[in-house]
């Protein structure tokens, strides 16, 4: 039995779903899609970042909506025949609009008539506010229907847009989905890790305020410190209650755009360890090339031009926008791949500080037993190897981010 549902909040209905077995109707994908093992994984109550892309194309109900939404609509009309459709409706819509001002009309021409004849005009008296209220709604309903006309007609001459270059822009934004799902996985992992050093602090504030404390009473130390401690203290402990609302906030976006309710409670597993050897295996001039391949806004900008006619002014015009667009993309790859280049370098600094502050925190724990240092110093101590564990964590955060936007570039998606 499963350990959780993740609902689908796309277009379903009962009857449908009571066509599939339990175990697929919480899919969109048929249940050949994935093997047993993989569908375990993704029904557990189990959230792990190698899931995610799956669990966003399942269960997301935005992507499955905008999915349902391209399937409905899609067709194999090229951009001259959506013009020709989208010119149709803006005819029928000014045939509409000349057909509510021909009423407008007939209505005013019985009104003057009844006003010209006195013995009909004193018994239909009553009557007249009525349709001068009803001739103004006519003329106000044809004057918006002919505006919406002309919007129409002018999207029409002067949109390029066809099937396919829909079909770009829906996997696009499909991808978006799954990038901004695993940026809120790693936030929620580095916040949910800091939570632990913010209490560090708190305990590190107390102590020193206590020893304020009792420094004040021998007179060694004013109450201008005093105070200043007691804010110390208030201010971690916002900084603790506010971590904790960023942290509730992040679970809930991330159970909602994965499939589960926003009050459900999965296990977030760990984010991984970021790869270093994937850049080892990376070549931005080579990549530059799949990155211009590959890359949808591109491909929908092609596209938009091969529709344009030759010699126009929008053509010339996408002309250089393309131009500029390759030559961006080329260079946006080339700084990824130096970003990621720095952000490895971070990482083996911020081991290193680690390293050091671990072998500081070993002589601490040596002092401490001996009685060599404070209880102060102690904690003191131990909250800047909490610190230093909290910059590895978001330096090694930072490095798999930098590999999966360079990554993510040369699948076609480029923010």
Not at 12 to 35: K, Q
Not at 379 to 397: F, N, P, V, W, Y
Request: glycine content about 2%; some cysteine; aromatic content about 6%.
């Amino acid at each position: 039995m499963m350990k959780r549902h993740k609902r689908i909040l796309a277009l379903t209905t009962a009857a449908v779903l009571s066509a599939f077995p339990p175990a697929a109707a919480f899919a969109d994908s048929p249940e050949f899609a994935y093997d047993e093992a993989t569908w375990a994984r993704l029904r557990d109550n189990v959230m792990e970042y190698d899931e995610l892309p799956m669990l966003v194309e399942e269960y997301n109900p935005t992507y499955l909506n905008n999915q349902t939404s391209y399937r409905d609509n899609r067709t194999r009309d090229n951009a001259r025949e959506m013009r020709d459709k989208q010119l149709d409706n803006a005819n029928d819509a000014y045939d509409a609009a000349e057909n509510l001002r021909s009423q407008a009309e007939d209505m005013r021409d019985q009104a003057e008539a009844l006003l010209g004849d006195p013995y009909m005009a004193a018994g239909m008296s009553s009557a007249l506010p009525s349709m001068a209220s009803a001739y103004s709604g006519l003329m106000s309903a044809a004057a918006m229907t002919e505006q919406g006309a002309l919007r129409t007609e002018q999207s029409a001459k002067a949109s390029y847009v066809d099937s396919e270059m829909e079909s770009l822009d829906y996997q696009n934004n499909q991808k978006a989905l799954i990038v901004q799902t695993q940026g809120l996985f790693a936030s929620y992992n580095l916040t949910r890790k800091s939570v632990a050093a913010i209490a560090k602090n708190i305990e590190l504030s107390q102590a020193s305020l206590g020893a304020l404390e009792r420094q004040v009473q021998i007179g060694m130390a004013t109450q201008a410190e005093l105070l200043n401690a007691r804010q110390a203290l208030q201010a971690a402990q916002s900084t603790f209650t506010q971590t904790q609302a960023t942290l509730e906030s992040l679970r809930q976006q991330l159970c909602m755009m994965t499939g589960w309710q926003y009050n459900d409670q999965p296990e977030i597993q760990d984010l991984p360890r970021a790869n270093q050897a994937r850049i080892d295996a990376m070549n931005p001039d080579a990549d530059s090339q799949a990155a211009l391949e590959n890359n949808l806004k591109l491909k929908y900008n092609r596209r938009a031009l091969s529709n344009m006619s030759d010699g126009s002014a929008d053509k010339k015009n996408m002309e250089r926008t393309i131009q500029n667009q390759e030559e961006t993309i080329r260079a946006n790859v080339r700084n990824l791949y130096n970003d990621a280049l720095q952000k490895r370098i971070a990482l083996q600094l911020a081991e290193a500080a680690l390293a050091a502050e671990n072998t500081s925190m070993n002589a601490a724990n040596t002092k401490y037993q001996l009685g060599m240092i404070s209880n102060l110093e102690y904690i003191q101590a131990q909250s800047s190897l909490l610190g230093k564990q909290i910059e590895l964590e978001t330096a090694d955060m930072n490095l798999q981010q930098a590999i999966e936007t360079y990554e993510w570039a040369l699948k076609g998606y480029m923010s």
